[in-house]
Structure formats: C-alpha cells, structure tokens
C-alpha cells in the first residue's frame, strides 16, 4: 500500500488516516487514489471510521456499499470488530483496482458482503455466487490467535481472510472463461471433485505429507478451490508487502529501479523474488523481537507456478482480450 500526499499540508497519509496532522477531515478517494478535503464523505464515517468518499449526501462508499448484511450493534464488541472488518476490506479492494478490479471500468459484478457477528453458532467464512461470507469476530485479536492456534496455523489475520474469500469470488468470475478454467485445471486440479467430502477428508485425515512441495499451506491440499483461494491471496500477499516496504522509504539490492512498481511487474517470478528477499530480510528484524516472521512460508516451484499463473489472470484484469495466439 502507498503513502499518500496530505492535501491540507505537508508530509504524508496512511491509507487508514481520517484526519491531517494539522486537524483537517480528509477522506480517500478511490477513483483518484488520493486523499481529498473537498468531498462528500461516507455515511459510515461516524459509525465505523469509514475514510472513503461517497457519491453523494447521504450515501455510502464504493466499499461499503458492497456490504449487503451488517451485524446487530447491539451486539458486545460488534461495531468495533465491524469497523476493523470494512477497514481491512477498503485495503484488499484498493490492492485490486490497481489492476482495475471493482473499479468503474469493470463490467462484472462486485462482491456482496455479508459481515456478520457470531451470537451462540460460530460464522462459517465463505463465498457462494458473488456473496463473500465474514465473521467479524476475527477482528478481535485474542478469536483469532485462538483459532490460529486451534488450527495449527501459521499465518490468520482480516486482511487475509478477505484477500482468501474474494479469491474465490475472483475464481467464480474468472470460470466462465473457457481458457481460464481449461488452464486452472491442468494446474490445480479438477474443482468439480466433491468439496464436502474434499475438506472431510482434509480434517480427518490432515494434509499430505508432500505438501509442502505442491501447496503453500496445507489447507490449500484439501481442494483445487482452496489452493487457488490460498495461492490468490499469497501473490496479494507478496505484492502488496513489496509495495508497502517501498512506500515506507525502505531499499533493497534487489529492487531494480527507483520507480519499480510491484503491481506493474509482468514478470512474476522477478516480483517473487524481491518479495521473498524483503520477507526474509523483515523475519529476521522481527525475531529480534521475539514476534513471529512477517512472511513464514516456503515457496517450492510448483507453487511459484501456481502464483505465476494467478499473478497472470489478475493482471489481465476484469475484462481481458485475448490475442489469436492464446
């Protein structure tokens, strides 16, 4: 994620700031990619931080306009946890119009967001048909090193949930293009096989012990709709981490030029190459620290392959041309 000009001052904003340095509301406009003080606000502003502008009075972002269902204030925590939920949302969204997903130019549909706080039944996280399922008690930090835990994970955070679900919806889009899904099924394997049973069998029986050769983690063994969820989520990943340290003012050996952009690279493996070095530059400074790596994952060549393939298709971007020779 980039830093972004302060249009009331000097000096900088995060993507997630709400006001100046010098006091002055500003909002960031994803149409322009900019933050703004002249503009009409979202009606979530006061409710749940929201920072993005809107089309008029009264009416809500581009985000949050995607959310469909919203949980019950009354709930405990559940505003708190819902504004953490839509702030990591507004972040993945804003990756992926860098290559023109969601934006005005894409012609498919957006996703439909249901973010929903568990009561007495937990929330089972999905996507079905273009709506993505969230359970905003993951916002909390203590749900969530509980679950990671309980699930032997290495890596649970928002963002990744929400760059996990919507790879699905990116997946369900995607599918209706004959040479998508005759490729996707060459390298990850047949997703028509029985998902019930697929993930059954994966919690049953656990992953392969070969995973790691084939699979960045292993849920991503337990079916082909999981593996490209989980390997769409590791190029977001991979990229945006490489675009954040940049934006930071931070250098690497391996960058090739001053302004290399991560999200323009068309050769994937040179992407993954500097992402993996800044990864593994970033473990090492946080294990000075006692906390766990930033980036803790092995990248065999089967699974590069699978990235590079991903990294492809949403490069194209929502409305793809394709040349006679393909």
Known sequence: MQMFPNPAGTGSLFFDNMTSPEGVDVAYDPGSRAFVTDAVFCANRALIGCNWTAPEEGAMCKSCAMTAMSPDPSMPDAVANWAQAETSKRWVLANLRTWEWFSPIDTGPDPIFHMLAEGEKPVVMGHAEGVVTISIEE??????AERREALSERYR????????????????????????????????????ADYGKALEKHYGDGAPEDWQE???????????????????????????LTD??????????????????????????????????????INQ????????????????????????????WLRRGPNPVFSDAE
């Open 139 to 144: 916002s909390d930090p203590v749900v969530r």
């Open 157 to 192: 955070t928002m963002i990744g949930h929400m760059r996990h679900e919507i790879a699905h919806m990116l997946w369900w889009r995607l599918s209706i293009e004959p040479k998508f899904i005759k490729a996707f099924r060459k390298l990850f394997g047949d997703e028509r």
């Open 214 to 240: 084939r699979f960045l983690t292993s849920y991503a063994s337990a079916h082909p709709h999981e593996d490209w969820a989980e390997t769409t989520a590791h190029l977001l990943h991979l990229v945006d």
């Open 244 to 281: 954040s340290f940049l934006a930071a003012g931070l250098q690497s050996p391996d960058v090739p030029a001053q302004e290399w952009n991560p999200y323009y690279e068309s050769d994937t493996q040179e992407m993954i190459g500097i992402a993996a070095g800044i990864a593994v530059g």
């Open 285 to 312: 400074v946080n294990r000075s620290m006692g906390l766990q790596d930033l980036y803790p994952f092995v990248l065999s060549d089967i699974s590069r392959k699978k990235l590079d393939f991903v990294h492809e």
